[in-house]
């Protein structure tokens, strides 16, 4: 966590004293031209690179363009409804602004400084991104400028396909996904070249921000943003949700100690599934999906989990770790009395063995163990034939008695 915070602050402060240089005259506006070649032609594509070699190719890669395509299609229609009564001018602003996330600029290489092996998965998302970002919105930006009617001189399905195909990152992004699908892999003379070109993106990126940086807006101008910023931020839901991961992929390396250590052949499957297994690495989702969270205020946490550590082996140790992880949590969370409602793994036909047993039991203790604690049994409302019941109503209102 203090790792995150001081990456943070080290990009703001090369931003800001990036602005104050060009104030002072040795940057000058003219100078980003030059930056934004470099980063988007070299450094960052030579991240990308060093970032994707080794990679695994994943279902999750798939699910990530989806998101990607889904949240920006949100965001697209919102912008148009927020913009519905404003001129022309104004609803092109809005249908070119209210998508699209600075992953280039911002989040990878953010991410790139302390959780390399993330930014794959971001990649994806900003494939799906991408088909907004590099032609989508400026169409649809186009066409409401125009009142609605689409110019006939353009054609914007190529003008999609241009900005797709001569992005260079995007294009970085497609080339190494494939070679990782084909399990190839680049000379280490190239990656090598690569990372050392890499490392100096997150401080060419700031620099060009800070250079780029104007201050100076109209009082009208200032309202329209604020309310762009307004709608991307409400629309910005924080989710930290992973099917099929084992629970020590969310606590901290610290925290996992010898005594809970089990060997990867006495875990359960999806610990070795390669569908499941580059979240299911001890510390994994705690380091890609929890540390990015743990800024925000949280008033409860509802855990949901237990299925993919029903080994004979891992029951043995569950109700250790299900401690360290809410106290861990706390911690992070800045909480001490953060409750935790925990809900059991149902009764499943084909799954009640022994481990199975000993998780539900360890759930059980849970409650009885540790503090603000408490847990929903799942049983008397799921179907006995899948893990998750399909009416999800009942489950929620069982979870909303406990609530109050």
């Not at 949100?74 to 409804?81: D, L």
Request: overall charge negative; glycine content about 6%.
């Amino acid at each position: 966590m203090v790792n995150v915070v001081m990456t943070a602050l080290v990009y703001l402060l090369t931003m800001v004293m990036s602005y104050i240089l060009k104030r002072a005259g040795l940057f000058h506006k003219e100078d980003k031209k030059v930056l934004s070649n470099l980063i988007f032609y070299i450094t960052l594509p030579a991240s990308l690179i060093s970032s994707f070699a080794g990679a695994e190719v994943n279902v999750y890669y798939v699910i990530a363009i989806l998101l990607g395509f889904l949240v920006n299609t949100v965001m697209v229609i919102s912008g148009q409804i927020v913009s519905a009564d404003k001129s022309p001018e104004l609803k092109a602003i809005y249908s070119v602004n209210a998508s699209g996330f600075n992953m280039a600029c911002i989040a990878i290489p953010f991410l790139s400084t302390f959780y390399p092996a993330g930014v794959p998965y971001l990649c994806m998302f900003d494939v799906g991104d991408s088909f907004y970002t590099l032609g989508t919105t400026y169409a649809i930006g186009k066409m409401r400028l125009n009142g609605g009617s689409k110019d006939k001189n353009e054609n914007y399905v190529l003008t999609i396909l241009k900005g797709l195909l001569t992005s260079v990152p995007f294009d970085t992004y497609m080339i190494m996904t494939i070679l990782s699908f084909l399990n190839c892999r680049l000379p280490d003379f190239v990656t090598m070249a690569a990372d050392f070109c890499g490392k100096g993106n997150g401080f060419l990126t700031m620099i060009m921000i800070g250079v780029s940086l104007e201050l100076h807006m109209s009082r009208e101008s200032a309202k329209e943003v604020i309310t762009l910023l307004s709608m991307r931020y409400v629309i910005g839901i924080i989710a930290a949700v992973q099917g099929a991961s084992a629970i020590r992929s969310w606590l901290s390396e610290e925290v996992l100690t010898p005594e809970v250590y089990i060997p990867i052949e006495q875990r359960h499957a999806d610990s070795s599934d390669p569908a499941y297994k580059a979240f299911n690495q001890d510390s994994a989702c705690y380091k890609e999906t929890f540390l990015p969270i743990a800024p925000y205020m949280v008033a409860l946490v509802i855990w949901y989990q237990g299925e993919s550590d029903t080994s004979v082996a891992e029951g043995t140790v569950y109700l250790q770790l299900l401690k360290k992880l809410v106290s861990l949590w706390r911690h992070d969370l800045q909480n001490k009395t953060l409750p935790f409602i925990i809900i059991q793994i149902c009764d499943l036909d084909d799954r009640m063995d022994e481990g199975w047993s000993v998780i539900q039991k360890a759930q059980e203790e849970a409650q009885r163990e540790i503090p603000s604690v408490q847990v929903v049994t799942s049983s008397d409302v799921c179907e006995h034939t899948q893990i998750h019941p399909e009416d999800k109503r009942a489950l929620a209102e069982k979870i909303l008695e406990i609530l109050g």
